[in-house]
């Protein structure tokens, strides 16, 4: 049936108060809720839901608790459903494909309204009740990842005591290399990449013949590639001032205050913070585990670039008098790397163990960016 052929009497563009749903003199469940979105991705028809109350709330009644939000009449079905009657506005017209659900606890009513008729009804008030909702499911959500995560807390403590002699010797050696291979020469080899899929490319100048249009003919250079070379590591290029200690540091302060000796004492402390304590701990958490993970990608790279085979390799192209930076850098017996540029003085940068050091694996959080609390 399209929306267009509507008969005259539709039951569902007729008022109905439906006094045996009017049971919620609590907040309904979040079962509830889930029921409502099912029925309405099914259906398209949110005002035919059981728990629906197809009339007017009651004259001067103060706006409804807002309890979901985004409940919308799918696409696919708009065109033979067609638009949804709104208790408020058009109990017996169409009139909207997106709404809220409203909870009135005086009447224990819930009514599936407009998602802009609210505002329209009540105004101010009406907004002071959207905005409570959304606070209330920001600290749903907080809550929920403080629950999920907070035994991590101690993992994340532990990772960055390992990780920490480890960041330090490589930021030390990245420094080093800086200090040898300027940035202008950085961004040479970094455009060299990029010219050449992420490989490091030697050409030789080949002369080559062209006839242009008018039949004239004239010789040109051309680069041509005669060798590339992998290179791993390429982000230790982009790095430049980033400290993993720096990171490590962050984490570290992000976590202070969040550990605590057992799981009742942290849910006791769950119940004592405020909303707003429970997203600063929750941002913090986020936060410190942000930076382990950074941390570790600043160290990844830095192991994959002075892995010796690679540092090689890179030696190799650099000190080749076709690459477009030249660099010199040697090994000794030792498996010690020397390198310089012709400006700058000889740096020493180590074959070290610290470069093999497997490094540990960042504790795994929950993290459900948009739980579904409405
Ligand atoms: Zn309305």
Same mark, same amino acid.
Do not use: M, Q, V, Y
């Given at each position: 049936m399209s929306a267009k052929s509507? #008969?005259?009497? !539709? #039951?569902?563009?007729s008022e109905r108060d439906? #006094?045996?749903?009017?049971?919620? !003199?609590v907040k309904p469940p979040q079962s509830l809720i889930d029921d409502l979105r099912a029925f309405t991705v099914k259906?398209?028809? #949110? !005002?035919?839901?059981?728990?629906?109350?197809?009339s007017k709330p009651p004259?001067?009644?103060p706006p409804p608790r807002v309890i979901a939000t985004n409940i919308d009449i799918p696409e696919s079905l708009r065109a033979s459903v067609g638009k949804a009657p709104c208790p408020l506005c058009s109990l017996r017209g169409p009139r909207y494909f997106y709404a809220m659900l409203g909870w009135w606890p005086d009447e224990k009513a819930l009514r599936v309204i407009g998602h802009e008729c609210g505002h329209k009804f009540w105004g101010v008030g009406f907004d002071v009740e959207t905005r409570r909702f959304e606070l209330e499911k920001d600290d749903d959500a907080n809550l929920g990842f403080l629950i999920d995560n907070f035994r991590q807390v101690a993992p994340m403590r532990k990772t960055i005591e390992q990780i920490q002699p480890t960041a330090r010797f490589l930021d030390r050696l990245r420094r080093r290399f800086f200090s040898v291979v300027s940035k202008k020469n950085i961004q040479t080899i970094n455009r060299s990449l990029d010219s050449n899929f992420g490989r490091l490319g030697l050409y030789d100048e080949i002369t080559t013949t062209f006839t242009d249009s008018r039949g004239n003919e004239s010789r040109k250079q051309i680069p041509s590639l005669v060798e590339d070379i992998h290179l791993n590591g390429r982000q230790m290029l982009a790095?430049?001032? !980033?400290?993993a200690d720096i990171h490590l540091y962050r984490a570290e302060q992000n976590l202070k205050g969040l550990d605590l000796p057992s799981d009742d004492s942290f849910i006791d402390e769950l119940g004592r913070l405020d909303m707003d304590g429970r997203k600063h701990a929750a941002d913090n958490l986020k936060e410190a585990w942000k930076a382990i993970k950074e941390a570790v990608e600043v160290c990844t790279a830095t192991q994959e670039f002075f892995a010796s085979e690679n540092l090689r390799a890179f030696a190799r192209w650099a000190s080749d008098h076709r690459a477009p930076v030249q660099l010199r850098i040697r090994e000794d017996r030792l498996g010690r790397f020397d390198a310089a540029h012709r400006t700058h003085s000889m740096q020493i940068i180590p074959g070290s163990p610290e470069l093999k050091i497997a490094l540990p694996r960042v504790p795994i959080l929950v993290w459900k960016e948009s739980r579904r609390v409405t």
């Open positions: 509507r #008969p005259l009497f !539709d #039951p569902r563009f439906n #006094p045996e749903a009017k049971i919620w !003199d259906t398209g028809t #949110p !005002d035919l839901w059981r728990f629906h109350c197809h004259e001067n009644s790095i430049g001032n !980033d400290s």
